[in-house]
Nanobody, 121 residues
Framework: QLQLVESGGGSVQSGGSLTLSCVASGNIGSAVSMAWFRQVSGKEREGVALIASDGIKTYATFVKGRFTISRDNAKNTLNLQMNSLKPEDTAMYYC???????????????WGQGTQVTVTS
């Protein structure tokens, strides 16, 4: 399984943008899929976006049209471009290696340590 390290979190005003990155210890091109999840303290971790090895992308309904997931296999990097951020997007964001194409916690093979995103109104 891959070791994953996220970066790019921070504080931004409502309507702003952030780009999260996740560097993997190995070849992410060999992963079935890669994904981003998020978690608010006291709530369950939820899937945000997933990109499969063939490039097919899946998004949670609450981020469609605002977030874009991408991968750079040459750099073993997974990215999440987040636009039109809202206060309700405030959460810890986690990168994940997946065992299938299902954007669910039970499909995760390995997790990164997380990066905090805070959106102020």
């Amino acid at each position: 399984q891959l070791q994953l390290v996220e970066s790019g979190g921070g504080s931004v005003q409502s309507g702003g943008s952030l780009t999260l990155s996740c560097v993997a210890s190995g070849n992410i091109g060999s992963a079935v899929s890669m994904a981003w999840f998020r978690q608010v303290s006291g709530k369950e971790r939820e899937g945000v976006a997933l990109i499969a090895s063939d490039g097919i992308k899946t998004y949670a309904t609450f981020v469609k049209g605002r977030f874009t997931i991408s991968r750079d296999n040459a750099k073993n990097t997974l990215n999440l471009q987040m636009n039109s951020l809202k206060p309700e997007d405030t959460a810890m964001y986690y990168c994940a290696q997946m065992k299938n194409r299902q954007l669910t916690v039970t499909s995760v093979v390995s997790w990164g340590q997380g990066t905090q995103v805070t959106v102020t109104s």
